[in-house]
Each structure stands twice: as structure tokens, then as C-alpha cells.
């Protein structure tokens, strides 16, 4: 399985997907309470946002591991070339597909 | 304050559609074995989706809510994170260790053995940590016992769990008192022992027809009877005064208890040969220990770096600060520190929910995580003086029988920070559903069809498949309770009872959670056999729900006629 998206660790995408939702308190509470229309609507966003981060490291990891098992599938047929040249499924940055 | 704006829609397709959420995080969870954090934002959304387009939630009042579940889930996130830090900085210094290797020395019966780590240590972990690092830590050390693989999985699922809901230091009470605040704490401790006792004693017996079936309870039934009296006596009497240290106190309370009965020579020695399903080793005829400790270690294991109690320390140091904090005079000048956040009054198309300044406050110098922190500093401090975190790191990474750990703050997001997410989106999940009156729906559908003594029998189960789903007492808690809170009010059934069977659901299913399951065959290298596993816990599962569903009802009964 392929540890990284973008370069960076699920982990750390974990990390600040919880630091954003735990922004949205503060934003929320202090905007709807001033009525600051544009930062409780800051807040609601960021809650988007920070939401949707798990759920697409998840995506992008579970779409690694298809990609990475479907190599290796090949690789047991003795079809990819990639793989034999040690390149993997990494870009030219080193980046995961 | 809530009003209602109109009357809400309580029919089936409102009610089916409020289901939605909680359906589709069971499926995402079970179905597609998806992790808990990410299962989550998919309910959460539809949660709101179904707020906003069948509630009539303008985008304000969906903010507020959501903003006010981050706030709720800041207060038991408050628990976690120093309980998880207090975990890191009593096993990174061997702490734990020493205690592991305190209890072996204890006795040479491996039925007794098997009892003290499977359900007295296990449940002592769980009585600090959770995460599932008991059932991580235990099925290994129940495997080097000569315990066949699924069963060393088997038997900590088991004993562990009727420490979640008062364990990790009570996260899943105060998630419960976040989301359904209680109207009644001491009532509410009270049923909630009660029920627990269940779990407790059947855990025990459990345990010992896995090892060695009707032969083992005969040999057992003394060990189990005493270490069930301790622990469900201590759990009923601390939580009155102070559910925070019931379940750590209750466990730590049983560890003590094993000192003398492993004295008594029924336990000292080994026991009498007979069939051991659960042993894949020949039996061992030692002799007795007499309290004495081993000399040399024959198995090459590293020696502790400390003793029982200064590897205790650190828990003992909390224990104390929690009950000078506890007394009502320093309750009372320590309590006046509370902070919160301010909400205005929103309004929904049915709900009216009043402005709230400061929202649910806390406060912070009495609150258990700044307890536990008291505690962590204290044994940091201590450990690090005396130098056992260089020695420990030395021992794990030059001795073959203690698996190295990765770097301390890996270690800690590797635990926290995907527990936190699930946790946060969890309670928004939850604070959706009930502010935009999806939960009251719900409630009043139940409400109306089950009689009241029905829905007292199933309260447990819910949250038994709450916890199945989740893989967590505190996320079963979070989930259902404003269910069972409105359900209750709705039936005219005590809301300290059904809270109580929910936390009690809530720490048995945690015997069949996939995830749990998975952790253990994980750590023992039997990855596939988890089917194995769940067909030695589903029949306690079943066997504790009913019981639990039945003394609900006896529970209930006599509050109404009464008494507490």
C-alpha cells in the first residue's frame, strides 16, 4: 500500500482534518453570536472541508491498493514493464498515482 | 430550552429517513469494513442533507449545531488525549511491563494465569487506556502462556469488556452526559453497576469454560466468584461518588485482590490435569511460587526496570488527586474555572432552540483530563529523573521479547488522531440529528409501537450493535443516546435506566466489534480467523444481552416502585 498522497502521510492528513474541524467552533460560536454572516459561513466550510479529508485519503489510498494489486497481478503474468525497470506506480516527482 | 415551532412529522418515511444516517454508517462500517473516521463524514453529511432538505435546517442553525458537537466531542477529547499520553508514558518507561511481569511472578496455575491477565489485567488496561491496546497487549502475552491463538484473542475480548463504559478513565459516561445530559448522575451510576455486574461474572465464568469447560468452572469458581464480588462492589461505590476512577479503581481493585488468593494454595500450584481446549502447550507441574520471585529468567526476558509500585505510580498520583478534588469544598473553588463557547437562538422548521451563553460549559480544573494530566507530569517527571526512559528504549531495541514501538509522538497521533476525527464527527453526526429533530422522529416512532417493557429489554441490545459497529462504547454512547433520552421520556421510562443498559450494550458489543476482533488476530498472526474468534464471543455477546435485557426490566421495576 502505497503510505503517501502527495507527499504527505495519511497521518498528517488526519491530523489536519481534526485541527480544521476544530476550528469550526470558535468561527461558529463567535460569528453567529456577532452575526458575521461570512465567518459562521467560514466555519460551515471549513466543517466541509475538514470532513472531507479522511474520505478522500481513504478514496485515493483504497484506489492505490486496487492500482498496486492489479501490478501485481500483472507482475505474476510477467507484463509490467514498469515494475521490472523498479519504477513502480510513482510519478517522476515520486508521488503516488 | 428547545420549543416546538410545529408539530413534527412522525411518519414512516420521516422516520426511515432519519434511520438513514445510522444505517449507512452500519453498512459502510460492517458491510465495506470501512475505518469509523471516514464512515462517519458519510453519515454526517447525510445527516445534514436530510436535516436541510426534510427539517427544514436553514444553513445557520446547521452551523450552530455542528459547532456545538465539535464543542461536545472537545469535552470527552479532553479524556482521550491524556489518557492516551498517560498509556505512552507509563509503557515507554516499562511501566507496563513491570506490571505484566508483577502478575506472572504472582502464580504457576495456568487456569489461574489465564483468569489474572485475560480478565483482571485486561480489564485494568482497559480501566486506562482502551484504543484496543489491552486486547493488542494481552493476546500476545496470553499466547507466550501456551493459550491456543483464537482463544488468546477470545478470552481478553472477553474479559475486557465490561470496563469500556467506566474505563479509559469513564470517556463513554461523559460521552453519554455530553449528548444526553443526565438528570440523574447518581441514579444513572447506580442502575448502570447494576447492570454491569452481568458482564462482570459472566466474564469470569466465561473465560474458564473456554479454558477447560465444566472442570475449569469447578476449579475456578472460587477465583471468579471473589474477583466478581470485588469488582462489581468497588464499581457500584465508586461511581455513586465518582464515576471518572470507577472502572480504573474497580480493576485496579481486583488486581489487589489477586495477591492473596494467589497465596492460597489452590492457586499457587498448578491444578489437577483435565482437558484444555484453550492450551496448545502440555501442562506445567511446577511447583509453588510462595510469593518468592524467580531468580534467573530461564525464557531470557529482560527484568523489569521497577517495582509494582513505582510502575503504578503515576496511576495512584491521579487516584488521589481525583478524590481531593472530589470533596465538595474543593469541588467548589476549583469548579468556579468553567469555559464554553456563547450560541445564539436558532430555529429549525419544527425545533426552536434557545441562545446559550456560554453553551455547555466545563469546568477545566476539575475536569478528569486536566486530573489525568496532574497524573502524567508527576510519573513523566519521575520516570525521566530516574533515567528508565534511555534504559527502556535500550531494552526495546536490543531484547527479542520486547517488540520496539515507534517514536512517542507517532505513536500518539497513530492513536489519537484518527479516534478524535471519528469522535468529532461522530457527536456533529449526533447533534445534527437531534437539534434538526431527526432523533425526536425516531424516539417517537419507537415510542410508538414498542410498549415500554419491551424497549427496556432492547435498550441494551442497541447499544450492543452500536458498539459492534462503531468498535467503540463511547461512539455507541454518542450514537444512541439522545435516542434512548427521548425515547424515554417519550415511554415514561426512567432515563437513568435506559442510559444505563445503553452503556452497559455499549461495553459488551465491543466483544464482537470487527475492529477489535481484527486488532487481536492482528497481534497474534491469525489475520483471516476473526470468524473463529466471533464464534467463541457472539454466544456471550447473546447470552450477557439477554441477561442485561432482563435485569433492565427488574432494575426499572423496582424504580418505579421506589427506589433509586
Not at chain 1, 453567529?32 to 459562521?40: F, N, R
Not at chain 2, 478513565?169 to 448522575?185: E, I, K, R
Amino acid at each position: 500500500m502505497t503510505a503517501e498522497i502527495a507527499g504527505l502521510d495519511p497521518l498528517q492528513l488526519d491530523t489536519i482534518a481534526f485541527v480544521v474541524l476544530l476550528s469550526v467552533l470558535p468561527l461558529v460560536s463567535y460569528g453567529a453570536v456577532q452575526g458575521i454572516v461570512p465567518l459562521w459561513a467560514f466555519g460551515l466550510a471549513l466543517l466541509v472541508a475538514g470532513a472531507l479529508v479522511p474520505l478522500v485519503t481513504e478514496l485515493a489510498l483504497r484506489e492505490d491498493e486496487d492500482d498496486e494489486d492489479g501490478e501485481n497481478e500483472d507482475d505474476e503474468d510477467g507484463e509490467n514493464e514498469d515494475d521490472e525497470n523498479g519504477e513502480n506506480n510513482e510519478d517522476e516527482n515520486g508521488e503516488s498515482a | 430550552m428547545v420549543a416546538v415551532v410545529e408539530q413534527l412529522p412522525v411518519d414512516a418515511l420521516h422516520w426511515l429517513v432519519s434511520l438513514g444516517p445510522i444505517l449507512v454508517l452500519l453498512v459502510l462500517l460492517i458491510r465495506y469494513s470501512w475505518p469509523a473516521h471516514v464512515a462517519a463524514v458519510v453519515a454526517m453529511f447525510l445527516a445534514a442533507g436530510i436535516a436541510v432538505a426534510l427539517f427544514q435546517t436553514p444553513a445557520l442553525a446547521l452551523a450552530v449545531a455542528a459547532a456545538k458537537g465539535v464543542w461536545d466531542a472537545v469535552f470527552i477529547l479532553y479524556v482521550v488525549w491524556p489518557a492516551l499520553l498517560m498509556y505512552l508514558i507509563t509503557q515507554r518507561a516499562g511501566a507496563l511491563y513491570a506490571i505484566q511481569k508483577g502478575l506472572q511472578d504472582f502464580s504457576t496455575n495456568d487456569l489461574f494465569l489465564v483468569l489474572a491477565f485475560g480478565w483482571v489485567f485486561v480489564s485494568f488496561l482497559q480501566g486506562i487506556t482502551g484504543f484496543g491496546a489491552p486486547i493488542a497487549i494481552v493476546a500476545p502475552l496470553l499466547l507466550a502462556l501456551g493459550v491456543r491463538p483464537v482463544y488468546a484473542v477470545a478470552i481478553p475480548l472477553i474479559g475486557h469488556a465490561w470496563n469500556n463504559n467506566f474505563g479509559t478513565l469513564a470517556v463513554g459516561w461523559f460521552a453519554t452526559d455530553s449528548v444526553a445530559p443526565m438528570q440523574a448522575p447518581v441514579e444513572t451510576a447506580i442502575h448502570t453497576s447494576l447492570l454491569h455486574t452481568i458482564p462482570i461474572v459472566l466474564g469470569g465464568f466465561a473465560i474458564a469454560w473456554l479454558y477447560g469447560r465444566s472442570d475449569a468452572l469447578r476449579h475456578a469458581w472460587p477465583m471468579i466468584v471473589v474477583i466478581a464480588i470485588v469488582q462489581s462492589v468497588a464499581l457500584l461505590l465508586v461511581s455513586i461518588y465518582s464515576p471518572f476512577i470507577a472502572g480504573f479503581l474497580a480493576a485496579a481493585a481486583a488486581m489487589v485482590a489477586l495477591y492473596p488468593l494467589s497465596r492460597w494454595d489452590r492457586y499457587d500450584t498448578q491444578h489437577q490435569p483435565f482437558d484444555r481446549p484453550a492450551m496448545s502447550e502440555q501442562m506445567r507441574q511446577d511447583v509453588a511460587t510462595d510469593g518468592g520471585t524467580p531468580a534467573e529468567d530461564e525464557t531470557g526476558e529482560p527484568e523489569p526496570l521497577m517495582g509494582l509500585f513505582e510502575a503504578l505510580l503515576p496511576y495512584l498520583v491521579l487516584l488521589v488527586v481525583a478524590v481531593v478534588v472530589a470533596f465538595p469544598a474543593v469541588d467548589e473553588i476549583l469548579g468556579q474555572v468553567e469555559v464554553g463557547f456563547p450560541f445564539p437562538a436558532v430555529e429549525t422548521g419544527y425545533l426552536e432552540h434557545d441562545a446559550e451563553d456560554p453553551y455547555e460549559p466545563f469546568a477545566i480544573l476539575t475536569h478528569p483530563g486536566t486530573i489525568i494530566l496532574v497524573g502524567v507530569v508527576v510519573g513523566w517527571l519521575l520516570y525521566r529523573r530516574r533515567g528508565y526512559y534511555e534504559e527502556w528504549q535500550e531494552v526495546m531495541e536490543t531484547s527479542p521479547h520486547v517488540e520496539e514501538e515507534p517514536r512517542f509522538r507517532r505513536s500518539l497521533l497513530e492513536n489519537g488522531a484518527p479516534a478524535s476525527l471519528a469522535i468529532v464527527l461522530l457527536v456533529v453526526m449526533a447533534t445534527i440529528m437531534v437539534d434538526s429533530g431527526q432523533i425526536t422522529v425516531l424516539a417517537l416512532g419507537i415510542a410508538a409501537v414498542v410498549s415500554p417493557t419491551i424497549y427496556l429489554f432492547l435498550a441494551n441490545a442497541i447499544g450492543v450493535l452500536g458498539a459492534f459497529m462503531t468498535g467503540s462504547n463511547t461512539a455507541s454512547n454518542i450514537m444512541f443516546s439522545p435516542l434512548h433520552d427521548q425515547a424515554a421520556a417519550e415511554l415514561e421510562l426512567p432515563q437513568w435506566t435506559v442510559l444505563g443498559a445503553q452503556m452497559t450494550g455499549g461495553a459488551v458489543g465491543n466483544a464482537i466489534s470487527p475492529s477489535n476482533v481484527v486488532l487481536g488476530t492482528g497481534t497474534v498472526g491469525i489475520v483471516g480467523d476473526e470468524g473463529e474468534v466471533l464464534r467463541k464471543t457472539i454466544p456471550w455477546v447473546l447470552a450477557v444481552t439477554v441477561l442485561v435485557g432482563v435485569l433492565t426490566i427488574l432494575v426499572a421495576g423496582f424504580a418505579f416502585a421506589g427506589g433509586a
